[in-house]
């Protein structure tokens, strides 16, 4: 494990911001403040000390999403596909060998994420590499070959969506998180979003 070097120039990190929150009465979540930060401030400042380039994946408020200085890109499908549609439309833009993804809405990603899911990955000889939170794999938080583009759209193109079922098509590694259970907290109505805060400012 110690023997696997793992550089920063081979990571793209996409951030997922492209949902609907329908539980948040549709207001995008990436922009919901934090105590006193959007959600995504949170998820940025973990991602781009880790990774090569940001791309932001949203499909609202492209014009506030612009000022943090990353490239923009929305889903290139009609209709709600989900985050595989944001990870292939972001893939199509990306020049290095892995993508790294996480959603905008979790503010505890780890500052280690990209290293544990790429040894993991070179461990198994892998394609995907999965976080697992002690309990089940967390799809969003996962590291991916950039050459598995085709095999995500032909997916897609078909009408299917669901993450769990494309992983099966490719050699899959799941990482282990279950030391650091708060990476997958995320929020999804505003009394999760007291929760976190009142957790934030235990945190300093």
Known sequence: MENIAVTRQIFTGVILAGGQAQRMGGQDKGLIELNGSPMI???????VPQVNKVIINANRNHD????????????????????????????RKVTTP????????????????????????????????????GNRIQPVFVLLKTSLLESMLDFLNKGERKIDKWFEQHKLAVTDFSDKPDTFININNRNELSMIESKLKDRG
């Open 41 to 47: 401030q949170y998820v940025l400042d973990a991602i």
């Open 64 to 91: 506030i999403y612009s000022h943090y200085g990353y490239e923009v890109i929305s889903d290139e499908f009609e209709g709600f596909f989900g985050p595989l549609a944001g990870m292939a439309s972001s893939m």
């Open 98 to 133: 892995f993508i790294l993804t996480a959603p905008c809405d979790s503010p505890f990603v780890p500052d280690d994420l990209a290293k544990r899911l790429y040894i993991q990955m070179m461990m198994k000889d892998a394609d995907i590499s999965v976080a697992h939170d």
